[in-house]
């Protein structure tokens, strides 16, 4: 199955088409401008972000059945999505808002809780309830920074490597 995004009549839907029956199906649709959607690593969850004639970030969370799990109103200009590979149901969500100041949000589809993360922007899970990110130096740019890491359960924070360009986990 894949889905796409289709706008029919003004209207944007998220559409899953099976390749095999050719059967489709639409799991959400919306009068406002999708421009991304991002499954988790089972497929069973999809973040959505929709921009209205506000240009406000209206982000939700669908099932694979299309049922709304969460939905939300940003007046923000960006927002990143962030799947825990480990815990289908867990959803970091960085908010980059006009007055360049941004949030990071853990979000538990299921019980709809957020909690608000004190971490810098373009996190990556590392392991089931850990995130790491650059820990970049706030007065002055450079193109190295030290990468530390966060740890979910306990709020702890700690310096795993100096001086790195570039991680992936």
């Known amino acids: 199955e894949i889905l796409y995004v289709s706008n029919v009549n003004g209207n944007d839907k998220v559409i899953a088409y099976n390749l095999y029956t050719g059967e489709q199906t639409i799991l959400f ?6 421009v991304q959607v991002y499954a988790n690593n089972a497929y069973t969850y999809f973040a959505i972000e929709s921009k209205d004639l506000q240009n406000n970030s209206n982000v939700t969370i669908i099932n694979k ?3 709304t799990l969460f939905d939300d109103i940003l007046a923000i200009d960006l927002v990143e999505f962030a799947w825990n590979p480990y815990e289908e149901n867990e959803l970091l969500i960085t908010k980059y808002y006009p007055s360049f100041t941004t949030e990071v949000t853990l979000l538990d589809v299921q019980t709809r809780e957020q909690k608000e993360l004190h971490v810098i922007p373009y996190v990556q899970w590392f392991s089931s309830n850990e995130i790491g990110y650059f820990n970049w130096n706030e007065e002055g740019a450079s193109l190295e920074a030290p990468i530390e890491l966060y740890n979910l359960q306990t709020e702890s924070k700690e310096q795993l490597i ?4 570039l991680f992936t986990s």
Request: net charge negative; glycine share 16%; charged share 10%.
């Open 162 to 165: 100096t001086g790195a360009l």
């Open 65 to 67: 059945n299309g049922e």
């Open 29 to 34: 649709q919306t009068s406002n401008t999708i």
